[in-house]
């Protein structure tokens, strides 16, 4: 064999490996990200919740696990709590108590502005 063809598969065959090694790694990657995607999406996640009104149970801020799966089981029930983005603010999550289902009448001690100007729908 000629030294310029030796060259030329030696090079053929590093190119090859590197490009082998490249591939199956953006493969592997592609693989973990959507195991990774499916399990947040359906199974459940790391969250952080905003706003004072759960306050002691959940702080301001607190980074609390969400899982996803009891809603599809169960359903919602009062005294779950629930996450949701934000109305006023979607990039945050605001975390709330169930405390009437469709249907009920929730009654409280005195007027409060809470109950007039929220409205949630699960």
């Given at each position: 064999?000629?030294?310029?063809?030796?060259?030329?598969?030696?090079?053929?065959?590093?190119?090859?490996?590197?490009?082998?090694?490249t591939f199956?790694?953006?493969?592997?990657?592609?693989?973990?990200?959507?195991?990774?995607?499916?399990?947040?999406?359906?199974?459940?996640?790391?969250?952080?919740?905003?706003?004072?009104?759960?306050?002691?149970?959940?702080?301001?801020?607190?980074?609390?696990?969400?899982?996803?799966?009891?809603?599809?089981?169960?359903?919602?029930?009062?005294?779950?709590?629930?996450?949701?983005?934000?109305?006023?603010?979607?990039?945050?999550?605001?975390?709330?108590?169930?405390?009437?289902l469709e249907?009920?009448?929730?009654?409280?001690?005195?007027?409060?502005?809470?109950?007039?100007?929220?409205?949630?729908?699960a």
């Amino acid at each position: 064999m000629e030294y310029g063809q030796w060259w030329q598969s030696l090079h053929r065959t590093m190119l090859r490996g590197v490009l082998g090694k490249t591939f199956r790694l953006v493969g592997y990657t592609i693989q973990y990200g959507c195991i990774a995607h499916c399990a947040f999406e359906y199974v459940g996640g790391v969250v952080m919740c905003s706003g004072p009104s759960m306050e002691p149970t959940i702080q301001n801020s607190d980074v609390v696990f969400a899982e996803n799966l009891s809603r599809h089981f169960y359903g919602i029930q009062r005294g779950d709590i629930v996450i949701a983005k934000s109305p006023s603010d979607p990039k945050s999550n605001i975390c709330k108590r169930v405390i009437g289902l469709e249907g009920d009448k929730i009654l409280s001690n005195s007027p409060s502005v809470f109950f007039k100007s929220h409205s949630y729908v699960a």
